[in-house]
C-alpha cells in the first residue's frame, strides 16, 4: 500500500524533498512555502516562507548545499538557505516580465533553470564577485510559456517543454562557471542557448513535462493531446503513442526503458519503452478500491457540508487513492538508473508516496526493468 498523507483540504501546486528525505517542501497553492519534518510518525510543519507575493509554482530542494529554490508568479525566485534557526532568501536576479513556471537545479548544483511566461528559460548562478545569483536567458525559438524543464545528466544540456506544442533541447553551457563540454548524441557544438533539438507530436497539444533518462540518450515529453512520445537521439527514432486516457501532466524516467506517468486520470501508470523503441502502455500503479459506504456519522455529516455543501450519502470518491488530478511526479528513493520509489501531489491536497518494490509484490508480472 502506498503512503498517503493528507495535507492540506484544497490544491498542492507543487513539492520537493531534501537529500536524506527527513524532510519535504510543498505550497498549498498559495504564496506560502510549507516545509514538513516527521515527529513520532506522522508529518508536521516545521517553518513557513512567506516571501513571496503570489502563488508559488516551482520548487526543488538541493543535495549538496541543502539550498531550496523556489519560484512563483511574482516574477521572483529566491535561493532559500537554513542558517540553523531560520531560512534565509536571496532575492535571484531573473530579468522577466511574466511568472516564472517552474525550477530545478541542475545534476551538479551550480546552477538551476527557470522556466517563465515570457517565453524565456533562465539559466541561474552565483556570481562571486557580486556576491549575487543573476541569469543569462535562452529565448529563441521558444515561442510561448515554458511549463516544464529537465536536466541532462551532463549538466550542460536541458530539456524544454512548451505550450507551443514542441519540446526542445537547449545548450545551458555557462562558461564563466564550468569548463567545456563533450560531444554527445545531441550535438558537438553547445555554445549557450544553442537548440541542438525540437520535437513536435503532430497533435497540437501543450507539453506538460519532459524527463531525460539516466543515461541522457532519450528524452521522454507528454502532452495535453493525450500523448506520450520517447524519444531515442542515438539512432532519432521517436515513439509516440496517443492513448484512450486522459491526458497526462507529469513523467519520469525510473529506470533507462522504465516511465511512470500521471495526469488528469488520477493515478500513475507504468510505460516501457524497449530495446526496439517499442513505447508500450504496461500497467495502472494504483489497484486501490473504493470502500464500502456504511452509515454517516455526525462529523462525517459535517465534513460532507464543509466539503460538498451536502449532508447526504452522495458518494463522490474515485477508485484510486488521489481524487482529483496528479499534478507532479518526484523520484523519492533510489536513483534515476534504478528508482525504488517515487512521490506524487494531486489537487486533492494529498502527497503519496509509492515504493516500486511494494508494487511489483502486488500486481502480477509488474517489474520496473
Known amino acids: 500500500m502506498p503512503e498517503v498523507n493528507e495535507l492540506v483540504t484544497g490544491a498542492i501546486s507543487c513539492h520537493c524533498w531534501n537529500g536524506d528525505r527527513t524532510k519535504f517542501a510543498m ?3 498559495n504564496n506560502e512555502v510549507h516545509i514538513y519534518t516527521k515527529k513520532g510518525g506522522k508529518w508536521e510543519v516545521e517553518h513557513i516562507l512567506k516571501e513571496h507575493g503570489q ?5 526543488d530542494w538541493s543535495t549538496k548545499s ?3 529554490v523556489t519560484c512563483g508568479a511574482d516574477r521572483n525566485a529566491y535561493v532559500w538557505v537554513f542558517n540553523g534557526k531560520e531560512w534565509k532568501p536571496s532575492l535571484v536576479i531573473l530579468r522577466i516580465n511574466r511568472a516564472a513556471t517552474f525550477v530545478k537545479w541542475s545534476p551538479l548544483e551550480n546552477k538551476f533553470a527557470v522556466g517563465s511566461g515570457a517565453r524565456v528559460v533562465s539559466i541561474c548562478y552565483f556570481e562571486e564577485e557580486n556576491d549575487w545569483w543573476v541569469s543569462k536567458h535562452i529565448k529563441k525559438p521558444l515561442r510561448s510559456t515554458v511549463l516544464s524543464v529537465d536536466w541532462h545528466p551532463n549538466n550542460y544540456l536541458i530539456a524544454v517543454g512548451t505550450s507551443d506544442f514542441k519540446a526542445r533541447v537547449f545548450s545551458a553551457y555557462v562558461k564563466e562557471i564550468e569548463s567545456k563540454p563533450e560531444a554527445t548524441c545531441w550535438g558537438k557544438k553547445m555554445t549557450f542557448g544553442s537548440c541542438m533539438a525540437e520535437f513536435y507530436s503532430g497533435g497540437g497539444g501543450w507539453v506538460h513535462d519532459v524527463s531525460f533518462s539516466p543515461s541522457g540518450n532519450k528524452l521522454a515529453y507528454v502532452g495535453h493531446d493525450s500523448s506520450i512520445t520517447v524519444v531515442n537521439q542515438t539512432n532519432d527514432k521517436v515513439a509516440t503513442v496517443k492513448h484512450s486516457y486522459l491526458p497526462y501532466l507529469a513523467c519520469q524516467f525510473l529506470t533507462e526503458s522504465s516511465i511512470v506517468a500521471a495526469g488528469y486520470d488520477c493515478y500513475p501508470v507504468l510505460w516501457s519503452h524497449d530495446d526496439n523503441d517499442q513505447l508500450t502502455y504496461i500497467n495502472k500503479l494504483d ?3 473504493k470502500k464500502a459506504s456504511g452509515q454517516l456519522s455526525a462529523m462525517e455529516k459535517f465534513r460532507g457540508l464543509d466539503k460538498r455543501a451536502s449532508a447526504g450519502q452522495s458518494d463522490t470518491s474515485l477508485e484510486c487513492t488521489h481524487q482529483n488530478a496528479i499534478v507532479q511526479i518526484c523520484l523519492y528513493s533510489g536513483s534515476k538508473e534504478s528508482a525504488t520509489g ?13 515504493s516500486c518494490k511494494s508494487l511489483e509484490t502486488s500486481i502480477a508480472g509488474l517489474r520496473f526493468t
Open 287 to 289: 489497484q486501490s478500491e
Open 27 to 29: 505550497c498549498p497553492n
Open 66 to 68: 541543502n539550498s531550496l
Open 342 to 354: 517515487f512521490s506524487t501531489i494531486g489537487v486533492d491536497g494529498r502527497l503519496v508516496v509509492w
Open 55 to 59: 502563488r508559488v509554482t516551482g520548487m
